[in-house]
């Protein structure tokens, strides 16, 4: 079974400062990777994907991840934080074939200090 | 292009009423996921309808159902409320549910059970 572990719960980091947000997956086959980011009240709002290619994907409001096979990893890095990126992250396994469902990790919430 | 759209956006609601959701998926994507999202238990998957059919359950008890209309339009019922049902409900489209689409979602509807 597939199965997304993200092994910080809360993250705290200076405004400026970068940021690497962890994900570990457990996948039998090529895994569709995603990171997704949630404000308060809102819906999960997509900012990457990987499905094959090269390995350093870029995404929205500059975060960029790094796919490695090896470490069965998908961390998501954006190298200057912004105080409007403080929100939950989620890393997720795309549905392959499990129709419809994505298997997503219990999410890093990101607070931004001024 | 609008985007996933769930109405309505907060419900209050009392133990053993019952509840209709309602999500409009992105035009032309045909499949439709529910997701239940709590602190406790984070992103579980409900259910997920293609073509008026549902294709795929998570494991939730049968007072959690749902259909799909011809328009791709998705409702999801839940009978006799429990408190345990608060939550916010998450509706995602996506093309097929199958493909290297990422799935889109809507803000949610928040429900309190008092």
């Known amino acids: 079974a597939q199965s997304v572990t993200q092994p910080d719960i809360h993250i705290t980091v200076s405004e400026g400062a970068s940021l690497e947000l962890r994900c570990n997956y457990s996948y039998g086959a090529t895994p569709y990777l995603f990171w997704y980011v949630q404000s308060p009240g809102q819906g999960l709002q997509l900012l990457l994907k990987?499905?094959?290619?090269?390995?350093l994907v870029q995404g929205i409001k500059g975060f960029e991840a790094e796919f490695k096979r090896s470490q069965s990893s998908f961390n998501l890095r954006k190298p200057s934080v912004h105080w409007s990126d403080a929100a939950e992250y989620f890393c997720?396994?795309?549905?392959?074939?499990?129709?419809?469902?994505?298997?997503f990790g219990d999410g890093t919430t990101l607070t931004v200090k001024p | 292009k609008a985007g996933v759209t769930q109405t309505p956006r907060y419900l209050i609601k009392t133990r053993g009423q019952q509840v209709t959701l309602s999500c409009s998926p992105i035009s032309g994507h045909r499949s439709v996921s529910w997701y239940q999202q709590t602190p406790g238990q984070g992103l579980q998957f409900l259910f997920e309808?293609?073509?008026?059919?549902?294709?795929n359950k998570g494991n939730f008890p049968g007072r959690f159902s749902g259909r799909q209309f011809s328009n791709s339009r998705s409702e999801m019922n839940v009978s006799t409320l429990e408190l345990g049902d608060s939550a916010l409900y998450l509706c995602?489209?996506?093309?097929?549910?199958?493909?290297?689409?990422?799935?889109?979602f809507g803000d949610g509807t928040r429900l309190s059970i008092l």
């Open positions: 309808y293609f073509s008026e059919t549902q294709r």
């Open positions: 997720a396994v795309g549905a392959n074939t499990n129709a419809g469902k994505s298997t």
């Open positions: 990987y499905f094959s290619g090269d390995t």
């Open positions: 995602a489209s996506s093309l097929d549910g199958f493909s290297n689409q990422p799935q889109h």
